[in-house]
């Protein structure tokens, strides 16, 4: 057995090892450092008889105390829809108009609102509202049926062209692709495009607009600012949902596009929808 080496300046034992001619002191640890980690093993070891911890084959252990966090959140979400009903039973039996007027219930239905729209409505209309292509945008102040609380409700409530909803709002744009002919079509398209912008051909502005007023006016006015009676989209603001440009706009008239929305009155419920409906309003498009 070797000696023991004793560190000459120091006096202290060293363990043994040495690097590069630099030996290691062999000091013991101080004693309260030692007892606190003895302390620690004892505190996890009955924290792990205490409570939920150790994974077993087909589940864990449940702990003395039965102590569970699903259970706890379970809890807590209990309290805070206990806490909500109050509001969501005030906003229930209240109309969109008696809503607005009490600032604290308005507040609590555009948060609510602001919630319900993330869950349900950003897939279309996206996380801000804007829209996107083929889904309109939420923000401006371009509104097919009526941007007013009120028409909004009504919108979400039964959906636009969904088949299972009675009441849904509906409008249907002929294709005119049978019904003119294809120089007319050019010349509406072009027509159309002059409201907003210059179309490629000058000269075709005033038989589009002839054409325009025999078929097209019933529906989108005499001056193509659309109606809201009829879902007919306003012309003469250059807010393009399904298309842009004059071909775009052509292929609207020959094969117009139709988009479908869920009606959600039956999904969400008339609470929900209405904070829908004031949380929309609130973004400052709606009248």
Not at 229 to 248: C, H
């Amino acid at each position: 057995m070797s000696e023991k080496h004793i560190d000459e300046i120091s006096g202290v034992e060293t363990t043994g090892h040495e690097w590069d001619g630099i030996r290691e002191l062999n000091n013991p640890m101080p004693r309260w450092w030692v007892w606190c980690f003895y302390l620690t093993i004892i505190w996890a070891i009955g924290y792990t008889i205490a409570y939920p911890a150790w994974p077993l084959l087909t589940e864990n252990t449940k702990g003395l105390l039965g102590w569970s966090s699903r259970a706890d959140f379970a809890g807590e979400m209990v309290e805070a829809k206990t806490a909500q009903s109050v509001y969501l039973d005030k906003i229930a039996a209240s109309s969109l108009a008696d809503i607005q007027a009490d600032n604290e219930l308005l507040q609590f239905a555009v948060a609510g609102g602001s919630a319900a729209f993330k869950v349900n409505c950003i897939q279309c209309h996206g996380s801000g509202a804007s829209g996107g292509a083929g889904f309109p945008n939420l923000n401006d102040d371009d509104w097919l049926w009526g941007g007013s609380a009120d028409d909004i409700y009504t919108t979400i409530t039964h959906g636009i062209r969904f088949a299972d909803d009675d009441d849904t709002r509906l409008s249907e744009m002929p294709a005119y692709a049978d019904m003119l002919q294809p120089q007319e079509i050019k010349q509406v398209a072009a027509y159309v495009v002059s409201l907003t912008g210059t179309p490629r051909d000058a000269s075709m502005v005033e038989p589009g607009k002839q054409i325009f007023a025999d078929n097209c006016a019933s529906c989108h006015g005499e001056d193509a600012k659309g109606n809201r009676e009829f879902g007919a989209p306003n012309l003469a603001d250059a807010i393009w949902l399904k298309v842009e440009g004059e071909d775009g706009i052509a292929a609207q008239v020959r094969a117009p596009k139709h988009g479908v929305m869920p009606a959600w009155g039956e999904r969400l419920g008339d609470a929900t929808v209405k904070q829908l409906a004031l949380f929309v309003h609130s973004l400052g498009g709606g009248e």
